[in-house]
DNA sequence: CTAATACCTG
DNA sequence: CAGGTATTAG
């Protein structure tokens, strides 16, 4: 069992197995998902991008959690308390963001300078000491180190499976579906299908492992905060009152939950073993007016810094992952998300288990992941680029609004996120929790809106200044009601759901008509992703998938006549029957699904199209149309061909903008 | 039973 | 396109 988690498996392995019914979920590969996220958006070299737990960079906390002074005060309550209910303080830390930089600097040149042993006098308690620090170091090894490093790289899933066995006795042999052989069919090899509900299984893995860094996130905290209390207290008696008041007080909201933080009345032992961690030299401390709470802040703030640089790598991580089944539920959520009461937040983090996901199963294509072939420009971006692959609308069409939009304010409710509850709860206390850097940027000039440095992420740049200049042209209706007060709406703004349409209007129908061009076979799930302001119910996914059904029927049908009329023209190989943008059967397909041409048809399609033809071709060549279901052959080859469609497409108001165009 | 599809019809 | 039906798969 053990050795078997520790199996590396290549990223593209990832892929989990899949089934092919030929009808429907043809869904693609996102092989890529999951590597080399963090590495360009981690600017800051202090921690390590290719590790997920705090493996790697745990140096000076796990020194701080071995160290014998600390480990004195450490009980196994503390560090398993998962019968304790303390909150997560959500302090924005008052220290400047050049304090923060200093903090960054030396504890960590210090961090594996060696330990000195328990202090002078306390020979008695040495053994008992070195007892108990051997066994805090293997709980926090067992906690904080993964088996293998590269699993994190690699693997997310792998990892997981690991971290769920430590934590808790799950039968292990849920664990791997056997593996289906893909159905090997002509053109595949180049897609492989994703099953919803394997994606749904390592979606709940990477939340069963977010619940358990979160755990440890806690734990750490409460080390911390005894920490603070016994020096606060050493503090205290020891200096009369002259003590400026600190820029911050973490202790302080604590005082009403942490009933099971003892106070440890050893003081100056104490004092030096703070100073040892944060590297501080006693002497060099009491020049300091300060005295020890300035290494008490500077420990606090290596130590934040450390666990929210680690937290942002988790969430990118598994953000990235969890990606392709995001967004569909992500608007609700997200909302509710924001919305939630602090109590309910500590209850959440306080709760020991994992939510149940929110979400059903819903795979869908993870943008960019497809071959070379695939259409990646976003329509948002849609920029005439002659050459390209990728759809876009042609200039043509009428420029200020046939620009697929307003993903503007959309973008923000895209946000990838599947429990994005817990999820942004560990963005939140990663981003604001910083007191002025970020292991990606600054979130002041973010300004700590969650989902604005997600869409950078996930998003293109590109498409980012698009949205600017959108939003600055679309003001967004706010209803007073959703109204917030201070800076904080103007984060919020961009998250209020837009009003839910409960019927498809006409713009729904020229929008899936362009996505055409993208996908033929689309599954429910991949719909209610892409038309986010439709209220869904059964009725309205019947009909969208009944659009398609029609889209493909016609689609069919002229392929079938060009086909046959080629047949007839004499065409003797089927390679020569190539659609281009010149040809018949296209101007009929375009005419139909892009009447006003306003829509630059990706050159994907086209690829499709000829393949469909010379499919059809061969078969009617070959006499196959006795058989009353010879297309379905071709069926299945042709949903194999489904490309990614742009994100664009997701943008709210896409839709009527694309009615008035 | 439900969902999705192809096929047919208007 | 929408409605209806038959079929198939889960």
Redesign the pocket.
Known sequence: MIPNQLKVSSPVSRQEED?M?G??GFEQDRGHATSGHGQGLNSEPYFQTDSLLPSSNASLISQFLSHPMFGRSLDSTILFPSSQAVALPQDKCGASPGEGAQALAFPRTRASAPMPCASDGDQLSNQHLRAKRARVESIIQGISLPPTPQAFDTSLEAAFRHERERGSEIPPENKRKPRVPPQGLGVAGRVAPMGGSSHAKGCQQLKEQLCFLEQQLRRLQEKFYQVYDSADAAQTQEDSEKVQPLPERPRDRLDKDSATVTRNPCKAPLRRSILEVCGLEEDEDKCDAGGLPTAVRVLSQALKHELAGVTSQVVDSVLKTVWPKAASHLQQQHNSCLVLRPDARREYFTGGKCRKPLAEPSPMNAPGSLGSAQAKVLPGTLEKSPGSHAGSFSSKGIRKSSQIPSMGYSLGPVTPVQDSQLLSQLLDYGQHSLWGTDSRGSPSALERCPPEPLSLHWGTVKLRSSVVRQQQHHPLPLSPANMETGGAAACRFSLTPRQMQEALTPGH?KKA?LMFFFTR?P??TLLKTYFLDVQFS?CI???L??????F??FY?IQVEKFARQALLEGVADACTLQVSRDSELFRALNMHYNKGNDFEVPGRFLEVASLTLQEFFSAVRAGKDADP?W?KPI?KIISKLDSDIPEGFKAAGCSQELLRS
């Open positions: 089934k019914d009808r429907t129908l008509k076979y599954s429910s059964r996914t019947s009909q998938i009944k659009w398609f059904s029609n493909r029927e069919y279901s297309k069926y």
